[in-house]
């Protein structure tokens, strides 16, 4: 008897868990995947750092359900990127597209590993000669 | 060349010193709005009160702060006497933002109306056409309806002198 109502009670809260998750409905499983993969490359405008699929601000369920919206109507990825960045600028987008405006962002990490580069070569060859002018001197 | 690398680990830190002390002063929540220099997207909503079809053209022709509101919002409640205060200077639009109704109607008779129009935005299409994040924020348009400043958050006296003022001199 206890068993049947705890089992029930069990049930009745996993039903309340389900009902506060948004259910999608999708043509395809790859619909599905590219609605997953766009929440995963938008990000909440509300938030510091959660993209929209992984945030429960007010504003990323509106904005998933616009991506939803656009995927039914047969928007391209490219489309979809683009519809955000008008309203809520290049913020959105995880990965910035490479231009004028990120060229220091995306290109800063391979120079100052060149730099780096750079200076260790720099410093073997000077330790490398002082040892050869230390071995010529003895 | 042995005297300058001595200097190099100064060097880099004092730049770093810079960046960190820049970053204090800048608050991360602060975003550019896609649409300044924009005019205000198109749209055809009613008026709160009135019923009344609202579209684009209808905004006022002189320069005016579109304040984008809801009643569940605590912020905006807290802005509200100064944007009345404001209003006795400029005009200032409301857009009533994914809000219902009834809520909306008695926080404007709680609170009063100081308002030139209200747009009612229940589903918040015309919020995200302004790139609008949350509630409240305040867009500076000027009278050709073009939008050169957003505010997020609440309007006070000091972002009045601090924003709006400056930008409200250059355009009109």
């Given at each position: 008897m206890i068993k049947t109502i705890l089992v029930a009670f069990a049930l009745a809260a996993s039903m309340s868990v389900h009902a506060a998750i948004e259910t999608y409905q999708f043509d395809s499983p790859e619909q599905e995947a590219r609605f997953r993969q766009l929440g995963y490359e938008l990000r909440c405008p509300k938030c510091q750092n959660q993209a929209i699929g992984d945030s429960d601000a007010e504003i990323s369920g509106d904005l998933r359900a616009e991506v939803y919206r656009m995927l039914k109507e047969g928007a391209t990825d490219a489309e979809i990127k683009d519809f955000m960045v008008a309203r809520y600028?290049?913020?959105?987008?995880y990965s910035p597209p490479l231009d004028k405006q990120t060229l220091v962002l995306w290109f800063s990490p391979v120079g100052l590993f060149v730099l780096g580069g750079i200076l260790v070569v720099l410093r073997i060859r000077q330790s490398k000669k002082a040892l050869e002018e230390g071995e010529s001197q003895a | 060349m042995n005297r300058l690398m001595v200097w190099l680990p100064l060097g880099v830190f004092a730049i770093l010193v810079g960046f960190f002390f820049k970053g204090l002063t800048l608050d991360p929540r602060e975003q550019p709005s896609a649409l300044i220099g924009q005019p205000v997207p198109a749209f055809e909503l009613t008026d709160l009160n009135t019923g009344q079809l609202l579209s684009r053209e209808m905004l006022p022709k002189e320069p005016f702060l579109l304040n984008v509101w809801a009643s569940w919002c605590i912020t905006c409640q807290v802005e509200h006497p100064y944007l009345t205060k404001l209003s006795e200077q400029m005009p200032v639009v409301g857009l009533n933002y994914k809000d219902t109704e009834t809520a909306a109607k008695n926080w404007l008779q709680k609170l009063g109306d100081p308002y030139a129009m209200q747009i009612f935005d229940p589903s918040g299409r015309l919020g995200l056409d302004l790139g609008v994040a949350g509630a409240p924020e305040t867009f500076l348009v000027d009278s050709s309806g073009v939008i050169h400043l957003r505010i997020q958050g609440e309007v006070n006296d000091r972002v009045f002198t601090q924003k709006i003022q400056p930008m409200l001199e250059m355009i009109q």
């Open positions: 600028g290049r913020y959105v987008l | -």
